[in-house]
């Protein structure tokens, strides 16, 4: 099993559609991340989980939704979302939130907001 | 601003030749420089990470340096070859353990 992995890979989704994105992390690490990757742009944080606590919510409008059931889970709920939010999303672990050591990412979700 | 920029934006070289990737960042108190590869539709993964205190690290064909006075860093990639097409991305980490992503750099190796 690869150590961090993403599903669905690809997802198109109407502005009114309600979807999820799926995050498991095999590395019995402790903290787990979204980012948003656009084209062209810098990654940008989105949210953290350290030992299933939010630690960070990076001013991300509430139309995405976090949560994080264990260690190993992270979940992104998506509602309503807009043509802008289409983007690569990845999720992340580390050991834990003091970020001082490696970041494992997936494969990423590619999302289509229609 | 961004604080971390990478230049070029893209570069295109010839399989076996060489070349260097420039990242210049502004993070302060600074931790660790990171430079991740990242391949088309796929997630970035770790090349190499050096603290303020190491000056050159390598890994296989790719060697990071970094000069932590001027704050700058570069990875250079020997002898290309087609799978090192991909977008290199630096990354700063700051001692309070935030991360500052660059856009990256888009290289393309051709035959």
């Known amino acids: 099993e690869t150590g961090v992995t993403q599903t669905p890979r690809h997802l198109v989704m109407g502005m009114t559609n309600k979807k999820s994105l799926k995050c498991e992390q095999h590395?019995?690490?402790?903290?787990m991340y979204w980012y948003k990757q656009s084209a062209k742009k810098p990654l940008e944080l989105m949210f953290v989980y350290n030992f299933k606590e939010q630690t960070e919510n990076n001013s991300v409008p509430s139309r995405f939704s976090p949560e994080c059931p264990n260690s190993s889970h992270l979940f992104l709920h998506l509602h309503t979302l807009q043509p802008e939010d289409s983007a690569l999303y990845l999720c992340a672990s580390s050991q834990d939130s003091a970020n001082t050591g490696e970041l494992f990412f997936g494969e990423g979700s590619r999302l289509t907001v229609l | 601003k961004n604080q971390v920029e990478q230049s070029p934006q893209s570069l295109i070289i010839l399989e076996g030749k060489n070349c260097t990737l420039q990242?210049?960042?502004?993070?302060?108190?600074?931790?660790?420089l990171r430079w991740y590869k990242q391949d088309t539709g796929r997630g970035p993964v770790s090349l190499t990470i050096m603290t303020f205190s190491e000056n050159t690290k390598s890994n296989g064909r790719y060697t990071a340096t970094l000069d932590a006075d001027t704050k700058q860093s570069s990875l250079h990639i020997t002898a290309s070859q087609l799978s090192d097409s991909a977008s290199y991305i630096c990354?700063?980490?700051?001692?309070?353990?935030?991360?500052?992503f660059g856009a990256g750099t888009t290289v393309t190796v051709r035959a």
């Open positions: 590395l019995g690490h402790n903290a």
């Open positions: 990242c210049n960042y502004t993070v302060s108190p600074f931790s660790n």
């Open positions: 990354v700063a980490c700051s001692n309070d353990y935030k991360l500052s």
